[in-house]
């Protein structure tokens, strides 16, 4: 009994000691890592870009001034080039060979999908995804943060919105087909089958393409008064072109994974009239206090750049991780962000409230409407008949 006892007190001062000197992953006494896969080239990219300028100006701001309790954030980022394959692998490089403390701003609905497995087996925090795929909502996993609104949250608003509105009656969608497309299908169709209605027609396309021609005509035969569009930007846009040219009547909405002000440049006024959900404050509107943080700091840090849907969204969910950071405090462990983002309840951050716990991983349920006109973005109240 008496060899056992300085062995077993020489064990937990191991410990002790191991536990100061070797703190969580991906941290250290001046730094805390954040991993970023997303799309930074193809015909996605404007959005992986804009979520890359809008976080890394909030966190370039925050560490000008000290960080989070001495520490300053890192992001490694990766291009996914919105592809799943690529997505996995990026993933495994951030995990394994980056070492970073927790991955964060990926984009799209089948790369995340892809790497949920990873995450699970790893137990590594991932936050502030730029999709509203229930999959990563219901049922809940543990890592995954959301911060945006959710697919079914915009296509009840756009459906609603569209039937008291102006009349419709019949909804048609023309998706991309994949697991984004048909996160969106499906919450259309919920939305409908709320009101006793069903989907008139559908037509799809082929991620990274502008294929879209034959998902179009589908539609078309349908003959609905609106069709809801999914996809980035350049395949919506080849199909608002399409609708144009073809003196097409319906009435043409998309969610807020389009990317608005890409799709805005690329179409200008041909994309009068359609409608885009947002799950962000208008970026104009510096009255409330986050858009005006977020301005600013966009401003200074990407002096070439300005405040869209898309980077304010960045910036908002770094401010969201960063909180969760914060209140997870000094010895920052992954289960303890976990377990701080659980205890967010009605948490201010500048006009917007962050609302999470153990049965719902998601901070806002704020959906804004906006409506293309003369070729530029604006704030709409009620969709014109």
Not at 172 to 200: H, P
Not at 279 to 300: H, N
Not at 373 to 384: E, H, L, P, S
């Amino acid at each position: 009994m008496k060899k056992v006892w300085p062995l077993v007190l020489s064990a937990a001062i191991t410990m002790c000691w191991g536990n100061a000197a070797f703190p969580e992953v991906g941290v250290t006494d001046t730094e805390i890592v954040l991993g970023m896969s997303n799309a930074q080239t193809g015909p996605a990219s404007g959005l992986g870009i804009g979520m890359l300028t809008g976080a890394d100006a909030y966190f370039k701001e925050l560490n000008g001034k000290g960080g989070i309790n001495g520490r300053k954030i890192t992001l490694a980022l990766k291009d996914d080039g919105y592809e799943p394959e690529k997505a996995i692998d990026s993933t495994l490089t951030l995990i394994e060979d980056e070492k970073v403390f927790a991955l964060f701003g990926y984009v799209g609905t089948p790369t995340a999908n892809a790497v949920i497995p990873i995450i699970k087996d790893a137990k590594v925090p991932l936050v502030g995804l730029f999709t509203g795929a229930m999959t990563l909502r219901q049922p809940v996993t543990t890592e995954i943060i959301n911060v945006r609104a959710s697919y079914d949250d915009e296509t009840e608003v756009l459906v609603d919105r569209f039937i008291k509105d102006t009349g419709a009656k019949t909804f048609a969608v023309l998706y991309q087909n994949d697991g984004f497309g048909l996160a969106v299908l499906s919450g259309t169709e919920k939305a409908l089958k709320k009101r006793g209605m069903e989907i008139a027609g559908k037509g799809s396309f082929q991620r990274n393409t502008v294929a879209v021609n034959e998902g179009f005509t589908a539609v078309r035969e349908a003959n609905p008064d609106v069709v809801i569009m999914v996809g980035p930007y350049a395949p919506i846009a080849a199909i608002v072109k399409l609708a144009k040219q073809e003196k097409f009547q319906a009435k043409l909405a998309t969610v807020s994974f389009v990317g608005t002000d890409n799709l805005v440049s690329a179409v200008g006024s041909d994309g009068d009239g359609v409608v885009i959900s947002q799950v962000v404050p208008f970026p104009e509107d510096t009255t409330i206090q986050v858009v005006k943080e977020c301005s600013d700091a966009v401003k200074k840090h990407y002096p070439d750049r300005t405040l869209g849907f898309i980077n304010l969204e960045g910036c908002m969910s770094a401010k969201v991780m960063t909180l969760g950071i914060e209140k997870a405090g000094k010895d920052l462990t992954r289960e303890g962000l976990i377990q701080a983002f659980e205890n967010m309840k009605g948490v201010d951050v500048g006009g917007a409230s962050v609302t999470i716990d153990a049965g719902d991983h998601q901070a806002f349920d704020d959906v804004f409407l906006t409506q293309i006109k003369d070729g530029r973005i604006g704030q709409i109240k009620t969709i014109q008949k």
